[in-house]
T-cell receptor
Framework: DAGVIQSPRHEVTEMGQEVTLRCKPISGHDYLFWYRQTMMRGLELLIYFNNNVPIDDSGMPEDRFSAKMPNASFSTLKIQPSEPRDSAVYFC????????????FGPGTRLTVT | DAKTTQPTSMDCAEGRAANLPCNHSTISGNEYVYWYRQIHSQGPQYIIHGLKNNETNEMASLIITEDRKSSTLILPHATLRDTAVYYCIVSWPGNTGKLIFGQGTTLQVKP
């Protein structure tokens, strides 16, 4: 398996623009997680899905952020409108079971909002 | 609130064992201890987890004290590629599936 795939790897955009980050989990994994990492706040869980259904989005910072999982092999994290404080590395991870806890992380998307 | 306490940084000589401590004095009976690491510019990587017995896999060993209030991750023969931030996480394998990452320990393996 190729592992968790994220695209793009780097994104530079201007404040106010819409940004869409993409993730393809490992085939067969029922859980998908979105994390954000900054120097100030470390690694934070934003939202996670079980069988394509959002289970907990309490980590989503505000209404500008939205995440979807239309099928088992694809998820998006959208920021609209983007702000400079959204600059971070966004990771997607998947796991076979929630209680398995071996989460497999993708390489991340480095987002810079100017 | 942080559930674990780890030293901010540690050094280790290449080829020697690296022992990374973690305190989790408020751990409850059904909570596991998980270790992940993050090599620079990469996503975190799972290492090992355990409940109360010591665990070993191809990457590392996990030693959990009898009272379960602390644990030690052991990398038996550290290499330069083991330089990373190591996260100790306490959580229970319920339906919530959450891992809460703290600040971790930055391990620097030196030649």
């Amino acid at each position: 398996d190729a592992g968790v795939i994220q695209s793009p790897r780097h994104e530079v955009t201007e404040m106010g623009q819409e940004v869409t980050l993409r993730c393809k989990p490992i085939s067969g994994h029922d859980y998908l997680f979105w994390y954000r990492q900054t120097m100030m706040r470390g690694l934070e869980l934003l939202i996670y899905f079980n069988n394509n259904v959002p289970i907990d989005d309490s980590g989503m910072p505000e209404d500008r952020f939205s995440a979807k999982m239309p099928n088992a092999s694809f998820s998006t994290l959208k920021i609209q409108p983007s702000e400079p404080r959204d600059s971070a590395v966004y990771f997607c991870a998947s796991s076979l079971r929630a209680w398995d806890y071996e989460q497999y992380f993708g390489p991340g998307t480095r987002l810079t909002v100017t | 609130d942080a559930k674990t306490t780890q030293p901010t940084s540690m050094d280790c000589a290449e080829g020697r064992a690296a022992n990374l401590p973690c305190n989790h004095s408020t751990i409850s009976g059904n909570e596991y201890v998980y270790w992940y690491r993050q090599i620079h510019s990469q996503g975190p990587q799972y290492i090992i987890h355990g409940l109360k017995n010591n665990e070993t896999n191809e990457m590392a060993s996990l030693i959990i004290t009898e009272d379960r209030k602390s644990s030690t991750l052991i990398l038996p023969h550290a290499t330069l590629r083991d330089t990373a931030v190591y996260y100790c996480i306490v959580s229970w394998p319920g339906n919530t599936g959450k891992l809460i990452f703290g600040q971790g320990t930055t391990l620097q393996v030196k030649p």
